[in-house]
C-alpha cells in the first residue's frame, strides 16, 4: 500500500492524470486498521471537520455523493485529504528524506521540456504584456499550476535545509522562474511569506498572527464591496474589465467575497450546506438569525467557488466548519516542528525533510488560501497530503519522541532533553 501513495505521490506533477488521487486506496482494502492504534491529536479536527461534511452534504444535497462532478469539483475536499486518513492504515520503512529529494529532482526535471518550450515562445517576462501568456505546465488552471509550484517550492526548501547542495540550489532557482511564469500572485505571496516565517523563527505567536490578518483581511474586504443595493443571492455579475487578471480581481472583490458574506450571514453557525455556493438557492427559512435552512434549490457542480478558502468554508459550513479547519492546520503545524525537532535530535535527521516540509507548506497554503479556495484544491493539497500520509506510516521516527517535545513545548519545558537508551531508539524503528 505504501507504493501505492508513492506512485500517488510522483504523479501530482499534473491534473490532466487524475490517478493521483489514488493515495485513498488503502481506505477500501484495509478500513479495520484504523481501530486499535493511537493518532497525532491533528487527526481529531479533521476527523471532525469530515464528519461534519458528510452530515452537511447529506441535509443539504445527499444525491451529490452518487455524483462524479461533486467529487472533482464541490467535494474535493474528498479526494485532496483522503490519503492522510490512508495513512493510518500501512506501514513502511522508508527514509523520507530520500524519497522526497528524489521526487523534487524529479518534479522540476519532468517540468522542464515545457518549460523550455515556454521561454522560447513567450519569453519571461512577456506575462507582464499579456496575462494570458502564463506558464500552466501539465495542469489545466494556471492557479493550479501555481499552487503546485509554490507547494514543490517548499519541499526543495525543506530538502536543501536537510541537506545542502548545488544541486537543490539550482533546482530550486528553476522551480522559482517556473512559479514566476505561472502569474499566479496568491502562490507567489504564500512562498514570500515562508521565507520571513523562517527566518524569524517559525514562532507560534507569528502564525496565530498570520492566521487572524489573513482571516479579518478577507471578511474586512467582503464587507467593504458589499453593496447593500445587490442581491447576492441571486444577482448575475457581469465582468467588464477586458485584461484577464484585473476582470479576476474584480469578479472577486465585487462578487464572489460579498457572496460568500452573505451566504454566511444567513447561517453563520453551520453554513447553508457543503457545495451550496455555487447553487441557486430560492429561499432560506433563518431560526434566530444563526440557522438557515435553504430551500428551492438548483444543483450545480461547478468550479465557481468564493476565490477565498475562509470564506467559502463560512459560506458553507459556517463558524464550525471553519474553526474546525484552522484546528486542525494549528495543530498540523505544530505536530510538524516537534516531529523535525525529534528526527534531528534522536532519530539521526530521518525523515527531517518531511516534517519540515509539512510544516512550511501548510503555512504556505493558508497564506495561498485567502487569493483562492487553495484549502480544498487537490493540485495544491495532495502533494502536502500525501507527505503527510507517509508520514503517519513511517515507523523509523520515534513517535514517542516527538509526543515528549509537544509535552516539553506545553510545559515550557522544550530545552530540556533527556538521552534515549539503546531500547528506546530501537522502539524508533
Same mark, same amino acid.
Given at each position: ?7 500517488a ?11 493521483? *488521487? ?10 479495520w ?16 471537520? =469530515? ?5 452537511? =452534504?447529506l ?24 490519503? !492522510?486518513?490512508?495513512?493510518c ?20 526535471? !519532468? ?11 513567450n ?23 501555481g ?10 526548501? *525543506?530538502c ?20 514566476? %511564469?505561472?502569474?499566479s ?9 515562508v ?15 498570520? !492566521?487572524?490578518?489573513l482571516?479579518?483581511? %478577507? ?18 455579475? =457581469? ?16 462578487? +464572489?467575497w460579498?457572496?460568500?458574506l ?20 430560492? %429561499? ?35 463558524? =464550525? ?11 498540523l ?19 527531517? *525533510?518531511?516534517?519540515?516540509?509539512v ?32 508520514? +503517519?506510516a513511517?515507523?523509523s ?5 516527538i ?15 533527556? +538521552? ?8 524508533a524503528?
Amino acid at each position: 500500500m505504501a507504493y501505492i501513495s508513492l506512485f500517488a505521490l510522483f504523479l501530482t506533477v499534473t491534473n490532466l492524470v487524475p490517478v493521483s *488521487a489514488a493515495g485513498l486506496v488503502p481506505l477500501v482494502f484495509l478500513p479495520w486498521r484504523f481501530f486499535g492504534r493511537t493518532y497525532p491529536t491533528f487527526m481529531t479536527p479533521l476527523a471532525a471537520f =469530515t464528519v461534519f461534511v458528510v452530515i452537511s =452534504t447529506l441535509l443539504y444535497d445527499p444525491g451529490s455523493f452518487l455524483e462524479f462532478d461533486f467529487y472533482r469539483r464541490d467535494g474535493n475536499y474528498f479526494i485532496s485529504y483522503a490519503p !492522510i486518513f490512508a495513512g493510518c492504515l500501512y506501514t513502511h520503512r522508508w527514509d523520507l528524506n530520500k524519497v522526497l529529494r528524489t521526487f523534487f529532482v524529479f518534479a522540476v526535471l !519532468i517540468n522542464l521540456p515545457p518549460y523550455a518550450y515556454y521561454i522560447i515562445h513567450n519569453g519571461l517576462f512577456s506575462i507582464f504584456a499579456h496575462a494570458d501568456d502564463s506558464f500552466g505546465s501539465y495542469f489545466i488552471a494556471r492557479n493550479a499550476a501555481g499552487g503546485f509550484f509554490a507547494m514543490l517550492f517548499c519541499l526543495g526548501v *525543506a530538502c536543501y535545509l536537510q541537506r545542502r547542495s548545488k544541486l537543490l540550489l539550482a533546482l530550486l532557482v528553476v522551480n522559482a522562474l517556473m512559479l514566476f %511564469s505561472t502569474y499566479s500572485r496568491g502562490s507567489l505571496l504564500g512562498t514570500l511569506v515562508v521565507l520571513p516565517y523562517l527566518y524569524f523563527g517559525r514562532k507560534r505567536w507569528i502564525l496565530a498572527t498570520l !492566521i487572524a490578518c489573513l482571516l479579518l483581511g %478577507s471578511i474586512a474586504m467582503a464587507i467593504y464591496h458589499t453593496d447593500p443595493r445587490v442581491d447576492y443571492m441571486g444577482y448575475p455579475f =457581469t465582468i467588464e474589465n477586458q485584461n484577464a487578471k484585473v476582470a479576476n480581481l474584480d469578479i472577486r472583490y465585487e462578487w +464572489l467575497w460579498p457572496r460568500a458574506l452573505a451566504y454566511f450571514q444567513q447561517s453563520p453557525v453551520v453554513g447553508l450546506g457543503f457545495g451550496s455556493f455555487d447553487d441557486h438557492i430560492g %429561499s432560506v427559512t433563518s431560526y434566530f438569525n444563526l440557522l438557515g435552512i435553504p430551500s428551492d434549490m438548483i444543483i450545480e457542480h461547478s468550479d465557481s467557488h468564493a476565490h477565498n478558502s475562509y470564506l467559502n468554508f463560512l459560506a458553507e459550513l459556517g463558524v =464550525t466548519g471553519l474553526a474546525l479547519m484552522l484546528l486542525f492546520y494549528w495543530r498540523l503545524i505544530e505536530w510538524s516542528k516537534h516531529g523535525a525537532a525529534a528526527a534531528a535530535l534522536f532519530g539521526g535527521g530521518q525523515n527531517f *525533510a518531511a516534517f519540515r516540509f509539512v510544516e512550511i507548506s501548510s503555512v504556505c497554503l493558508l497564506v495561498m488560501a485567502a487569493t483562492e479556495h487553495r484549502l480544498v484544491s487537490p493540485s495544491n493539497v495532495l502533494i502536502l497530503a500525501l507527505v503527510i500520509s507517509l508520514l +503517519l506510516a513511517a515507523r523509523s521516527v520515534n513517535a514517542a519522541a516527538i509526543d515528549y517535545l509537544q509535552r516539553g513545548a506545553n510545559n515550557g519545558s522544550a530545552g530540556a532533553f533527556p +538521552l534515549m537508551t539503546r531500547r528506546q531508539r530501537g522502539d524508533a524503528g
